[in-house]
C-alpha cells in the first residue's frame, strides 16, 4: 500500500469515530405528541401553514435541520464524518390572492452553521428567523410574518404515529392541527387558523419519497390530514390518513382514496403535478381544488421542487354538507437548476 493510499485509510479509520450516531424510526415505538424538541435524526422539520380566507393570504414556514446523506462521499472522504453536525434551512412562502402574488424566501446556514436549536421549551433560529415555543403558545417571527399562534386542540400522533415504509424512510409526524393565528403578514394584520407539524426520521423527501398531502380544517370543526408517498419512481406506496374530531382525538380514516382530477405542468421545472383532487373515505367524501397554480418551491441547497399553497373545497361529512379549505403539498422530486 502507498503511502497516500495508507494515509487516506488512516484518515478515514480516525474520521469513522466522528461520524454522528443518529437515530431512525422504531415502527414499535409511537412518539409523544408532545414532544417539539430537536431530535438527533437524519432529516428533521418543523412546519407552520394557514390559508386565511378571509385575508386572502396564505403562507408556509418551515424549518429543516438535516445532516449530510449516508453514504455520501466528499473527497473521498464519509460527508457525515468530514460535517459530523446538523444543517438547517428555512422556507418561507406567501400567497396573496388578491394581488396574484406568490413570493419565496429561503435562508440557509450552509456552510457558516449560524442556526441554533434549542430544547425545553423549543427554540429554533436562523438568520433572524425565529420559532419559540412559550407557555400554551408559539411565536413565529421571520420577516414579513409576526405571529402568534395558539393551540386550540391537543397535539396529536397521527396512527400509527409515524409514515413511510423502509424503502422511502420513515419519519414520526406529530401536529398541533387547529391553531387559532394572531399578529401580521407584510404588514397586515391577520387572524384566523393555522396547522403546526413536526416530523423526525430518515425519509428524504424529494429523493426517495415524493409526497400529495393536505392539511385541512373542516366547516364542522374537524380536521383532517391526508398524504400518499410515493418512490422515486412514482409508484404510490402509503395512502394513509388521520381525521382530529373537536375534542381532539385523532383517527385512522378507513377506506381513503385520493384520485387526481386535474394536473399542472410547472413552466420552471417542468415537473408535473396533480393539483385537483377526489378525496373519499368511509362516510365522507370532498372536490378539493387549488386557488393557485404557480406555487411552485425549488429548494436552493438541495435541488428538490414541490408545490405548496392554499387549497378549498366541499362535499359532505357523515352526511352533512361541509366547506374544506387548509394547505396543500406536493413533492415534485430532483430538477436542473439554470
Known amino acids: 500500500m502507498g503511502k497516500a493510499a495508507l494515509l487516506t485509510f488512516a484518515l478515514s479509520f480516525l474520521l469513522a469515530g466522528c461520524v454522528p450516531r443518529l437515530q431512525g424510526v422504531s415502527e414499535n415505538v409511537a412518539p409523544s405528541p408532545y414532544d417539539w424538541n430537536p431530535h438527533p435524526a437524519p432529516v428533521e422539520w418543523w412546519y407552520v401553514s394557514a390559508y386565511l380566507p378571509q385575508e386572502g393570504l396564505a403562507f408556509h414556514w418551515a424549518f429543516f435541520k438535516f445532516y449530510a446523506p449516508a453514504g455520501q462521499k466528499v473527497a473521498g472522504m464519509p460527508a457525515r464524518a468530514l460535517m459530523p453536525y446538523p444543517f438547517a434551512s428555512v422556507h418561507l412562502a406567501i400567497t396573496d390572492l388578491r394581488s396574484d402574488k406568490f413570493t419565496v424566501y429561503q435562508k440557509t446556514d450552509f456552510p457558516g452553521l449560524t442556526g441554533r ?12 428567523c425565529r420559532f419559540a415555543q412559550q407557555r400554551r403558545a408559539f411565536k413565529l417571527d421571520c420577516e414579513p410574518l409576526q405571529l402568534t399562534l395558539t393551540p386550540e386542540k391537543a397535539p396529536v400522533a397521527h396512527p400509527p404515529g409515524w409514515s413511510g ?38 425519509q428524504m423527501s424529494g429523493v426517495s419519497a415524493l409526497w400529495d398531502w393536505y392539511g385541512l380544517h373542516l366547516s364542522n370543526g374537524v380536521d383532517l390530514m391526508l398524504y400518499r408517498i410515493r418512490d422515486a419512481e412514482g409508484r404510490v406506496k402509503v395512502l394513509q390518513g388521520s381525521s382530529v374530531s373537536l375534542s381532539g382525538v385523532a383517527r385512522r380514516l378507513e377506506g381513503l382514496t385520493m384520485t387526481p382530477l386535474s394536473s399542472w405542468t410547472s413552466p420552471h421545472s417542468h415537473i408535473k403535478y396533480s393539483l385537483a383532487w377526489r378525496v373519499e373515505g368511509r362516510g365522507w367524501s370532498l372536490t378539493l381544488l387549488p386557488l393557485r397554480r404557480d406555487q411552485e418551491i425549488r429548494g436552493s441547497v438541495l435541488p428538490v421542487a414541490y408545490w405548496e399553497g392554499p387549497v378549498a373545497g366541499e362535499g359532505t361529512w357523515r352526511g352533512q354538507p361541509v366547506k374544506a379549505w387548509g394547505m396543500g403539498e406536493f413533492v415534485g422530486g430532483g430538477f436542473h437548476k439554470r
Open 165 to 202: 415504509t423502509s424503502e422511502t424512510g420513515r419519519m414520526y409526524y406529530i401536529s398541533y392541527t387547529r391553531a387559532r393565528l394572531q399578529g401580521r403578514i407584510a404588514g397586515r394584520k391577520v387572524n384566523g387558523v393555522a396547522w403546526i407539524d413536526h416530523q423526525w426520521g430518515e
Open 117 to 128: 436549536f434549542a430544547a425545553d421549551p423549543l427554540r429554533l433560529e436562523l438568520q433572524g
